[in-house]
């Protein structure tokens, strides 16, 4: 064997191991598709008897703190805010952390809802590194709406700060340029009246926002965003945020539960102590650590999602602002996965341990770097077919047939499955309405493939390698145009 047939054989055992892993990946998500399937059949066979006007009628339901972290979101507060007072919950109570706001957070908070500054002792349950200065309460006693100034320290801060200061023993985290629908809360906050002895924390399901009617803090109509960006991060978060967590959720192996829709107890928090400040996706490890702690002490705890409660929010509209964020999120990700390594392959975590774990280190993690290696290996074999049917040599290093499986696999394999996830969301709750709207969302899974997905496979990989060379983390600033006006 000469040094061309190595080089050959290397080249197409190199295809064939990008083809293996695209079905893998694939694969995994259509049976993650499969298992919300299954979970939506069974919770539309029950809706018709959850009895949730009972539950907001129950004097007995559990209260709810919502914690809103807050830095420079002066754009949409007020309407995010006003969503949340309005919720239908029994006995529920806003806590908005303003974390040194630089621009007029505060002051619109204060003006719209008629705040006064009240001495209120925020407890040091949970060690913070930012200082309150003031706190404010509403004069309409309604809303029950406390506003907590703080000198600037970090999402994870303001939310440390937040549960300290709730009065309620569950704690509901939204981001706060997110809306809530009006019966959100009722739903989230079902698996904890279903089993009390075990549900430890919820999550529910954050859509896209962009382009849809929003009036007075409520999404009015859902549409489908008119710029194209936004448009693939809708099938991107349907596929992601709506499918793959209420599959994992299925299993008992829900690992993330998104920052800006989470509901928690309040005494697990203080025994977890709080959000940690040190690892920029706090949200996500928040939950891993609250599965360690499960496994560490033999505790009989559950984390499930439930896909009915929506948090709107206001996606990225410029490349820019997305690079940032997808960098952040695989950052974060990578700094997660590095710090409970040793959760991985252990039966004492169950699911998370053998099977969510691995899973997120295969597919999440690494995924990046394998479909970059990809692209750059299909387009070597192009240039390399196309040398040789042009008779520009007579090697023949790589077999077509690579070449066309591996687009299959890594292309058309992608658009199915992500189609097969806007079908579920048709056959489900059906957001979105209207044969355009339709149109649009196939387009836009076509496109997220064919472009986006590379492109945010580069971004992901540049958060990974910031992550292990240990460099300072630059947040920047996502210039919002507020809610309803996207």
Known sequence: MDWVDVLSWGLNA??????????????????????????????????????????????LTPGISILMPAYNESAGIVESVQAMTALRYPDFEVVVIDDGSKDDTSERLIEAFDMVEVPIVVPHDIETVGEVVATYLSRRGAYNVLLVRKTNGG????????????????????????????????????????????????????????GSDISRGRVTRVRMPGEWLPRIQVVEYLRAFFVGRTGWSRIGGLLIISGAFGVFRRDVLLELGGLATDCIGEDAELVVRLHRWLGDHDVDGRVVFVAEPVAWTEVPVDRGVLRKQRRRWHRGLTEILSRHKRMVFRPRYGVVGLVSMPWFVAFELFAPFIEIFGVVFLAVAV???????????????????????????????????????????????????????????????????????????????????????????EWGDMQRRGLGKT
């Open 14 to 59: 190199l295809g064939w191991f990008f083809i293996g892993y695209s079905v893998l990946i694939n694969s995994s998500f259509l049976v993650l598709t499969f298992l919300a399937f299954v979970d939506f059949w069974s919770y539309l066979r029950r809706t018709d008897f959850a009895a949730y006007d009972e539950t907001f009628a129950e004097p």
């Open 155 to 210: 999402k994870a801060d303001a939310l440390n700060v937040g549960i300290n200061a709730a009065r309620k023993p569950l704690v509901c985290m939204v981001d706060a340029d997110s809306l809530l629908d009006p019966d959100a809360l009722l739903h989230v906050s079902r698996p904890f009246a279903d089993d009390p002895d075990r549900v430890v924390a919820s999550g529910g399901v954050v859509r896209v926002a962009n």
């Open 383 to 473: 240039v390399l077919m196309s040398l040789d049917r042009f008779g520009l040599t007579d090697l023949q290093l790589v077999n077509p047939d690579v070449v066309w499986v591996l687009l299959a696999t890594a292309l058309l394999y992608a658009i199915v499955v992500t189609l097969a996830s806007l079908v579920l969301e048709e056959l489900s709750f059906r957001r979105y309405r209207g044969l355009r709207d339709l149109l649009v969302q196939v387009l836009a899974a076509i496109g997220e493939n064919v472009g986006y997905r590379q492109l945010n496979a580069w971004w992901r990989l540049t958060g990974s390698l910031e992550a292990w060379r240990g460099t300072k983390h």
